[in-house]
């Protein structure tokens, strides 16, 4: 492996890319849409203390959104498009091995990936400038950004050497990061309500008259003020389906926005609840690993007595769950690791090998 031969492959690569006007066009409209969306954070959390957290999140989140949407067609079509163009052949005969070609590749992917995450800085600027954002979060999530970027290069890169067709690998490489992004909470949702349990609801209500008030036990016209002197009847069970989305909660492991919400650092307002969008991601997942109740009761004549009247806070759900990100990301590199060899070994020299209709020069 030879950095010099590794890194012009990744130049050659983007000066392709930064020589199209379109390329900037692109960049223009990718800034537009994050003004807009910078300018409506501020107006939803502008009345709520101090604003710069739950923009801060915002932003970045658009952004991982926008890379997620924007990098398999700038990296789905890297390998088989210079086969089809034929200028792929050429550069195989030379000193440059396979390994160096794929990875040149999936670093200009992921440089090009990160060139929008840079147009994304002056607007995670201003939202550091409304104040209260922890520099912390700011660190983890730009890595997490970074990584995620890079993955979904890897992917795109490896699919392009995988697949003879580029508009296939590009589609491809869609449906990857659609089944991840889409796919897990879409197949959490299903398969969590699929293997619900039965769970028993116990409830008694009071006695009502004509006019719809509750009969009293002491046959006085009104006593709605005090339950417990109503006329009370018999105890009624039934049952319910309880989904189990605690026994699939770890399929979001996956999912760049948990990641991206489930390792960075969660703060939480004078209320107790996360002060951004990253904590209430987090918060919605980890409140996914807790069981639900399997018994209900219900007294109208002690409505003050419920089950469920005691709930855990936000904060003490968070700190008695698991976190799952370092998991999902592993996933992640892993998949994206496995098809960049297939790729290597699909596009190695001299190949024994080639689908119909490739294209050598």
């Not at 949407?69 to 195989?92: F, H, K």
């Not at 509750?214 to 309880?242: I, M, S």
């Not at 976190?323 to 998949?335: D, I, N, R, T």
Request: aromatic share 10%; net charge negative.
């Amino acid at each position: 492996m030879n950095a010099t031969r590794l890194w012009t492959i990744a130049r050659l690569e983007l000066l392709q890319r930064v020589r199209t006007v379109s390329w900037y066009v692109l960049l223009g409209v990718f800034a537009l849409l994050l003004i807009g969306v910078t300018a409506l954070a501020y107006l939803a959390y502008g009345g709520w203390g101090q604003s710069g957290p739950g923009i801060y999140s915002v932003v970045v989140c658009v952004t991982l959104l926008l890379v997620l949407l924007v990098s398999p067609t700038l990296s789905g079509n890297s390998i088989n498009g210079d086969r089809d163009a034929a200028t792929l052949a050429p550069v195989q005969v030379t000193l440059v091995t396979t390994g160096e070609i794929l990875l040149g590749k999936f670093v200009a992917g992921w440089i090009t990936g990160l060139a929008f995450a840079a147009v994304a800085a002056p607007f995670l600027v201003i939202a550091t400038f409304a104040g209260g954002v922890d520099p912390l979060t700011v660190v983890v999530s730009l890595v997490v950004l970074v990584v995620e970027t890079g993955v979904v290069a890897a992917i795109g890169v490896a699919l392009s050497g995988l697949l003879a067709r580029p508009l296939f690998s590009v589609a491809t490489t869609y449906l990857v990061v659609a089944a991840l992004t889409v796919g897990t909470p879409l197949g959490f949702g299903l398969i969590g309500a699929a293997v619900a349990s039965e769970g028993t609801s116990i409830t008694r209500s009071y006695e009502t008259g004509p006019d719809g008030a509750p009969l009293c036990q002491d046959g006085a016209r009104f006593c709605g003020d005090t339950p417990e002197k109503f006329v009370c009847g018999e105890w009624q069970t039934g049952t319910y389906r309880a989904p189990r989305f605690d026994y699939v909660w770890w399929l979001l492991s996956a999912n760049p926005f948990v990641i991206l919400g489930d390792a960075t650092p969660t703060r939480f307002s004078e209320y107790g609840y996360p002060d951004d969008l990253f904590g209430s991601l987090k918060l919605s997942v980890r409140s996914a690993q807790l069981p639900p109740s399997l018994e209900q009761r219900w007294d109208d004549c002690a409505p003050g007595v419920h089950l469920d009247s005691t709930q855990p806070t936000p904060r003490e759900i968070i700190d008695e769950t698991v976190p799952s990100w370092f998991v999902g990301l592993a996933v992640q590199v892993l998949l994206a690791g496995l098809l960049l060899w297939g790729a290597w070994a699909r596009t190695r020299t001299p190949a024994r090998s080639l689908p119909p209709g490739t294209r050598i020069a």
